[in-house]
C-alpha cells in the first residue's frame, strides 16, 4: 500500500527544466523542450516541402501549357507580368456585337423549340393553365341525383376527367384502341406528358433568360458612348438597367 501511496502522482514532485547557468548567462538562453519543438516543426515542415517540390520536379509534364508562361517573364529574379495590348473602343464594340450575336442566336433557337413542343402539345392539361368547365343542365332533382356523367358521356369512368383524347365506348370496343386505355398504359402516358412539359417549362426559362443576358450585353455597349445618360432603373438579376440618353441631331 505504501508503494501506491509513493507512486501517486499528485504526491510526486513536478521536475522543472534547469535554467542557464550563471557562468554560461554569455552563450544566451538555454534552450528548453519547447523551443526545440518549435524548431525541429518547423525544419520538418521545410523539408517535407522541398521533398514535395523536388518530387513535382520530376514528375513534370514537359508538354504542359499554360498561358502564364507566355504572360510573364522575370525580371531582377522577379516574376512579373506583360502588359496586355490596348484594346480600342471600337474593337470593344465588335465584341459586345458578336456576343450579342451569338446570344440572340441561342435565344430563337430556344424559341423555334418552345413552339415546335407547343404545337405538338396543345398546353392540353397544363399545370397551371385554366381548368375548362361543362354544364349538363337536367329537367329535374330527381334527375340530378342519378345523374351518371361516365354514361351520359359514354365513356369509361376512368377516362371522365380527361378533357382531351376522350374516346367513346364504342370507339375502345375497335382492334385500333384494344388495350389502350390499360392503367399501366395510362400511368405511363401521364409520366412521359408530364415530363414533356417540364422540359417546356424549363426551354421557356432559358430563353427569358438569355433575353435577358442579351439586353444587358447592349446596355453595355450603348454605355461606352461618351453621351450624357441618366440612370432611370437599376440592373437587376431578371433586367437590365434602363437609362436615358442625351438625344443627338444627326448631320
Do not use: C, W
Amino acid at each position: 500500500m505504501s508503494s501506491f501511496r509513493k507512486a501517486l502522482k499528485s504526491r510526486q514532485r513536478n521536475h522543472h527544466e534547469r535554467s542557464q547557468p550563471a557562468f554560461r548567462s554569455h552563450l544566451g538562453l538555454l534552450e528548453k523542450k519547447k523551443d526545440y519543438k518549435l524548431r525541429a516543426d518547423d525544419y520538418n515542415k521545410k523539408q517535407n516541402t522541398l521533398t514535395a517540390l523536388k518530387k513535382k520536379a520530376l514528375e513534370k509534364n514537359p508538354d504542359e501549357f499554360y498561358h502564364n508562361m507566355i504572360r510573364s517573364q522575370m525580371k531582377d529574379g522577379v516574376h512579373t507580368f506583360k502588359e496586355e495590348e490596348p484594346v480600342t473602343e471600337e474593337q470593344k464594340k465588335m465584341m459586345r456585337t458578336q456576343d450579342i450575336r451569338y446570344v440572340e442566336m441561342k435565344r430563337v433557337a430556344e424559341a423555334r423549340k418552345i413552339e415546335r413542343m407547343k404545337a405538338n402539345l396543345h398546353l392540353l392539361g397544363a399545370d397551371g393553365a385554366q381548368k375548362n368547365k361543362q354544364i349538363f343542365f337536367v329537367d329535374s332533382k330527381k334527375e340530378v341525383q342519378s345523374f351518371n356523367l361516365a354514361k351520359h358521356l359514354n365513356t369509361l369512368p376512368k377516362l371522365v376527367h380527361r378533357v382531351y383524347n376522350r374516346p367513346t365506348v364504342d370507339t375502345l370496343r375497335t382492334k385500333h384502341f384494344h388495350g389502350a386505355v390499360q392503367p399501366a398504359n395510362l400511368k405511363a402516358l401521364s409520366k412521359k406528358q408530364s415530363n414533356e412539359y417540364k422540359l417546356l417549362s424549363q426551354r421557356i426559362d432559358r430563353e427569358k433568360k438569355l433575353f435577358v443576358i442579351s439586353q444587358k450585353i447592349q446596355t453595355r455597349k450603348d454605355l461606352q458612348d461618351k453621351t450624357k445618360r441618366v440612370k432611370v432603373r437599376k440592373e437587376t438579376p431578371h433586367a437590365a438597367a434602363i437609362y436615358k440618353f442625351e438625344t443627338k441631331r444627326k448631320r
